[in-house]
């Protein structure tokens, strides 16, 4: 049992930078895999990062590789998404998932995940 909260999201500039939150209490966020995926109007949710609660590998989609980290700080219970150079097609409502799952990890599939936050909207604004 575990309850996410995500913050963070806002009104950027491209070329800008923001930092989202995922919340976590109920359980320890360091026993789940986590996932970040986001959802434009009109478009399908897709996969954005993840990191593997094992090994602490990290995974991202290709459109956001190079910009995006995916992070955890353990303490605060708290995983976080650093976004930077963003694009206006950056905009979507971005939403936090934990998964409890072992091996195999499909960390870019939403089946794999049993438990999301409500999301936080980021707008790009060109």
């Known amino acids: 049992q575990v309850q996410l909260v995500e913050s963070g999201g806002g009104l950027v500039q491209a070329g800008g930078s923001l930092r989202l939150s995922c919340r976590a209490s109920?359980?320890?966020?360091?026993?789940?895999?986590m996932g970040w995926f986001r959802q434009a109007p009109g478009k399908e949710r897709e996969f954005v990062a993840a990191v593997r609660k094992s090994s602490n590998n990290k995974y991202y989609a290709d459109s956001v590789k190079g910009r995006f980290t995916i992070a955890r700080y353990n303490a605060k219970n708290t995983g976080y998404l650093q976004m930077s150079s963003l694009k206006p097609e950056d905009t979507a409502v971005y939403s936090c998932a934990a998964d409890r799952g072992g091996d195999p990890y499909y960390y870019n599939r939403e089946g794999e995940y049993e438990y999301w936050g409500q999301g936080t909207q980021v707008t790009v604004s060109s």
């Open positions: 109920g359980s320890a966020i360091s026993t789940y895999n």
